[in-house]
């Protein structure tokens, strides 16, 4: 009888191998299968902590945030009010200031008109003491009496700010001054007042009435 022996490297030799190859696949699927499970628990738990699964979400690159409706009207609304405020407090500042100078121009200039009517009296006055008249008006207290409501006069023109405005001599000045004439003389230089025909009077800083005048040539 004859023996028949087993080659080296035949198809018996072949089996562990096939089989440990088997074994080390399936082992290599349970665990990737157990590794996709862990992640997906770990997901499931940042999903479930309230806002950890909507910031990590928010940051993950190239997801921008956008304001919701609410944010964007009470933003709208916060500008708005702001704006009206500060349009409010430069009107206010506007009228405060507006309401200051005219009160400060009625108080310096609040007794412009009595000052304007008193002066056609003042002149008056003054021609009458030129001009004495006949010997009943060169008596003394009829002369004195009159100087003294002239001095009156000037003294509550010059307590309400209203001054006489001197002319003669000075150069002529326009702003104050209304020149009706033009006249050739020596004792004045040229574009000087030579002769005040009417008195000029200022209330405080304002001309109220320019003088009249005649100007040397």
């Given at each position: 009888?004859?023996?028949?022996?087993?080659?080296?490297?035949?198809?018996?030799?072949?089996?562990?191998?096939?089989?440990?190859?088997?074994?080390?696949?399936?082992?290599?699927?349970?665990?990737?299968?157990?590794?996709?499970?862990?992640?997906?628990?770990?997901?499931?738990?940042?999903?479930?902590?309230?806002?950890?699964?909507?910031?990590?979400?928010?940051?993950?690159?190239?997801?921008a945030t956008e304001p919701g409706p609410q944010t964007v009207e009470r933003t709208a609304r916060d500008e708005d009010a702001n704006a009206r405020y500060m349009r409010l407090a430069a009107d206010f500042q506007n009228y405060k200031r507006r309401v200051e100078k005219e009160k400060s121009e009625v108080y310096a200039y609040a007794n412009e008109k009595i000052a304007v009517d008193l002066l056609g009296v003042l002149d008056n006055f003054?021609?009458?003491?030129?001009?004495?008249?006949?010997?009943?008006?060169?008596?003394?207290?009829?002369?004195?009496?009159?100087?003294?409501?002239?001095?009156?006069?000037?003294?509550?023109?010059?307590?309400?700010?209203?001054?006489?405005?001197?002319?003669?001599?000075?150069?002529?000045?326009?702003?104050?001054?209304?020149?009706?004439?033009?006249?050739?003389?020596?004792?004045?230089?040229?574009?000087?007042?030579?002769?005040?025909?009417?008195?000029?009077?200022?209330?405080?800083?304002?001309?109220?009435?320019?003088?009249?005048?005649?100007?040397?040539?």
């Amino acid at each position: 009888m004859t023996t028949i022996k087993a080659k080296p490297g035949g198809a018996q030799s072949k089996r562990p191998t096939q089989a440990f190859v088997k074994k080390g696949a399936a082992e290599s699927e349970k665990e990737a299968r157990r590794a996709s499970g862990g992640r997906k628990e770990a997901d499931k738990a940042a999903e479930e902590r309230p806002g950890k699964g909507e910031a990590a979400r928010a940051a993950e690159p190239g997801k921008a945030t956008e304001p919701g409706p609410q944010t964007v009207e009470r933003t709208a609304r916060d500008e708005d009010a702001n704006a009206r405020y500060m349009r409010l407090a430069a009107d206010f500042q506007n009228y405060k200031r507006r309401v200051e100078k005219e009160k400060s121009e009625v108080y310096a200039y609040a007794n412009e008109k009595i000052a304007v009517d008193l002066l056609g009296v003042l002149d008056n006055f003054e021609r009458a003491l030129q001009d004495q008249g006949g010997a009943e008006a060169q008596e003394e207290g009829f002369v004195k009496g009159m100087g003294l409501i002239f001095k009156q006069l000037q003294d509550i023109l010059l307590k309400n700010g209203v001054a006489e405005i001197q002319s003669l001599g000075e150069e002529f000045d326009p702003a104050i001054h209304n020149a009706v004439m033009m006249e050739e003389t020596d004792a004045y230089e040229s574009g000087r007042v030579s002769a005040v025909l009417n008195k000029g009077y200022r209330l405080k800083d304002r001309v109220i009435r320019p003088a009249m005048v005649k100007v040397a040539q």
